[in-house]
């Protein structure tokens, strides 16, 4: 685990204000309120919790970004409260967490997540790329081991479940519709579960609302979108664990697959492509999916070919983008809110939990009058996304049999 600064609180409301922080005194009350969510009451009677209108640090969006910024904080002892506009866990794609992520939830407290039997074991990557021949690759030999293919809900809920015993409050249903800025602070109007409209004045708002980037938009911040990558997907029964562990990419003249075992014999089947490619009517889908996987070599080979026990195709933008803009004087963006990621590159969650740590740090900086730590925090998000970018592009460039079809040809 890093940094665990002993536990500091706010001095008076000033301070809590301005976000000054002072050392704790023994046996003061903790500086929390317990927040009510969806998942683990902490009530055992029926009561309206309500944040607190003025808080230092709002995090809006309860993802993997936001829970892990609300760690980090708590671990500089900033007072912290999470929002998010729905009422339970909703169900997003991205179960393949690599090895190289142990390294992240280790410096979060977290890494005993992993081991919840939830999580199956991510060894390795078959992949079909370039000439046709497979091949897998091997975690065994790396730093970290094993990867984890996560159920995603259950990841989600474990990981809110942390962020409640660390008695950060989580208030859920809470959808930030406005913010206005005054008098050095935001103010955020907030849609509430009973329908009415709150504001919460915060000294600093962490965006952690993946790709809707709320924060960002309603401060007038564009995001440029390098691509119309959409995934349509869907979840399978599949007997007898044919993928072994693995995560297994096929690339088509279209697109590539993505199939990963996500436990209970079941397992995700992604294809990805740009959305005007296809102009398909929902009832159609079906057929089409099945169709497409028909198409491939080695994907149809290892999965039944009757889908119809298939859950119905979702279908979710993919797209590479980054916010033209990743912080304000008030304000900063994490995770998908700041740069979202081609999922070929499996780094999303990863960043996601990395960056809200690196933000958590750029914060207490600022908290202690250094503006730095916030220009180095969006600099160093900005140049890992523009390696990203370069990596996908060879990676991509790397596929040269279908030079002429609209999906390569824009990305060589
Ligand atoms: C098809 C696909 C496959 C993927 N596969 C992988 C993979 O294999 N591995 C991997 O690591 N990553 C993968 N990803 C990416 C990964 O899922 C994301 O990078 C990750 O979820 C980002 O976390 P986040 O916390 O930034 O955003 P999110 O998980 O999107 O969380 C944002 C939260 O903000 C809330 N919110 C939004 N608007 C508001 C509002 N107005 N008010 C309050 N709350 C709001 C939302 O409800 C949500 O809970 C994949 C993505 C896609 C699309």
Redesign the pocket.
């Known amino acids: 685990m890093g940094r665990n600064p002993s536990q500091r609180s706010y001095r008076n409301r000033s301070d809590r204000r301005t976000g000054k922080i002072c050392r704790r005194r023994k046996n003061a009350p903790k500086p929390i309120i317990t927040g009510c969510t969806a998942t683990k009451p902490p009530f055992k009677k029926t009561r309206i919790i309500t944040p607190p209108t003025s808080i230092p640090v709002v995090i809006?969006?309860?993802?993997?970004?936001?829970l892990a910024t609300a760690l980090a904080l708590q671990q500089y002892g900033i007072y912290c409260t999470i929002?998010?506009?729905?009422p339970e866990h909703?169900v997003?794609?991205?179960?393949?967490?690599p090895p190289n992520a142990n390294a992240i939830l280790n410096t979060l407290g977290i890494e005993t997540l992993l081991e919840s039997p939830n999580h199956n074991h991510y060894v390795g990557n078959t992949v079909v790329w370039g000439d046709g021949t497979v091949r897998s690759r091997y975690f065994m030999n790396e730093p970290y081991g094993n990867g984890r293919h996560l159920n995603r809900i259950a990841f989600e809920t474990e990981l809110r479940n942390t962020v409640q015993q660390h008695n950060i409050p989580l208030f859920l249903d809470?959808?930030?519709?406005n913010i206005t800025e005054q008098e050095e602070q935001l103010f955020l109007n907030?849609t509430t579960p009973d329908g009415t409209v709150r504001t919460l004045k915060a000294g600093f708002v962490v965006d952690?609302?993946?790709?809707?980037a709320?924060v960002a938009k309603k401060m007038g911040v564009k995001r440029t979108t390098l691509d119309t990558l959409s995934?349509y997907?869907c979840t399978v029964p599949q007997p007898g664990n044919t993928l072994n562990g693995m995560t297994f990419i096929e690339s088509v003249e279209d697109g590539w697959w993505y199939a990963?075992p996500i436990g209970d014999n079941k397992i995700i089947m992604?294809f990805?492509s740009d959305a005007d490619l296809h102009t398909l009517k929902t009832p159609d889908l079906q057929y089409w999916f099945q169709q497409k996987i028909a198409e491939t070599q080695h994907l149809n080979t290892l999965i039944h070919p009757d889908i119809s026990m298939a859950t119905a195709i979702t279908i979710?933008?993919?797209t590479t983008a980054i916010l033209e803009q990743p912080c304000g004087p008030r304000w900063l963006a994490?995770?998908?809110?700041l740069c979202?990621?081609d999922?070929l590159t499996?780094?999303?969650?990863?960043?996601?939990l990395a960056g809200g740590h690196a933000a958590a740090q750029a914060i207490e900086k600022l908290f202690n009058g250094d503006s730095s730590g916030i220009s180095d925090y969006c600099q160093q998000q900005i140049s890992v996304f523009d390696k990203s970018v370069a990596m996908l592009q060879n990676q991509y460039k790397m596929e040269q049999r279908w030079p002429s079809a609209p999906f390569w040809e824009r990305r060589h």
């Open positions: 809006v969006g309860a993802g993997p970004a936001g929002i998010d506009n729905h909703v997003k794609p991205g179960e393949s967490l809470y959808r930030l519709t907030c952690c609302s993946g790709r809707a709320i995934a997907y990963a992604h990805m979710k933008t993919a994490v995770g998908d809110a979202s990621y999922p499996s780094f999303g969650i990863t960043n996601a």
